[in-house]
């Protein structure tokens, strides 16, 4: 339920940030910055949390999109979810404070959001992509806000981050479409349609190009040129989708393109 996966790219985002976007390659004080490591960690349970809310929210919805998957009222009763995540938020926050008040008080935003998300900003057409969009950035900003330190690239991969989100979160509301128009969810597709869902992606990547191009070019200009080729070629894939595996397709390649982004902080 809390997407171990997803949890371990968080993690490693937030640490490939610090060693080689801050600190320049792998360092011992690094390693033995307790307060640094609880960041993470708070950031991973205020996550585990999100996963956990918007699974009890969507556990009809699920039913239609995703039966085999479900689990929420099956292996767990719904009154531990709100417990788990109830406390799962408490931890995070607390240890945030406990780190300084600025990270606690970006953790309470954060979990707050995802909350709000689950129980109404996803079923409305645009806003609940956008939140989880500024979400993913904010891991990134957490890490720039803990060290002070090359402020400007933690902001680049941070829209970078976020725009990437967005991208996928869109895809995937295109994937889900059946079971959230079921149930009364306002998400694009179901507003709009499929073919002006595609179109206001497609702008969105022209925009994210450009973004990127014009905050990274002087820093590294492989960094852009490669993202615009990848770009061009999820345009492509994005044309000729017309099902639902086709969007999963291609909501699974969205998150390599993030995976590929952290890993090329190595060469930044």
């Known amino acids: 339920m809390v997407r171990g996966l997803n949890l371990i790219i968080v993690g490693l985002t937030q640490y490939f940030t610090a060693i080689f ?17 609880l960041l993470v960690l708070s950031t991973v349970i205020i996550t585990s949390a999100g996963y956990l809310i918007n699974d009890y929210y969507d556990v009809k919805i699920d039913y239609v999109n ?11 009763k719904r009154r531990w ?11 995070g926050i607390g240890i945030g404070f406990y780190i300084s008040p600025t990270i606690g008080t970006i953790n309470f935003i954060a979990a707050f959001l995802l909350w709000l998300y689950s129980n109404q900003l996803k079923r409305l057409p645009f806003i609940g992509n956008f939140t989880i969009a500024i979400l993913t950035g904010t891991t990134l900003f957490l890490v720039g806000q803990y060290f002070q330190e090359r402020e400007y ?27 959230d128009e079921k149930f009364g969810c306002k998400t694009l597709p179901i507003v709009l349609g499929i073919a002006k869902t595609k179109q206001i992606i497609y702008g969105i990547v022209l925009i994210f190009c450009t973004v990127v191009f014009a905050l990274m070019s ?3 200009i492989v960094f852009p040129i490669t993202l615009s080729v990848i770009m061009i070629f999820l345009i492509f ?32």
């Open 21 to 37: 976007l801050l600190h320049e390659g792998l360092s011992w004080h690094l390693l033995n910055d307790q307060k640094f490591f």
């Open 66 to 76: 995703r039966p085999d998957r479900v689990i929420v009222g099956r292996a767990l």
């Open 237 to 268: 894939e994005l044309l000729k989708a017309d099902k639902i595996k086709d969007y999963g397709r291609l909501s699974t390649f969205c998150k390599v393109i993030m995976l590929l982004g952290v890993i090329s902080m190595v060469w930044i």
């Open 81 to 91: 979810i709100i417990i788990a995540h109830t406390a799962f938020n408490l931890i």
């Open 218 to 220: 002087s820093v590294n």
């Open 153 to 179: 690239l933690v902001l680049c991969y941070a829209i970078f981050a976020g725009f990437i989100t967005l991208i996928r979160e869109i895809i995937k509301d295109m994937e889900d479409l059946k079971g």
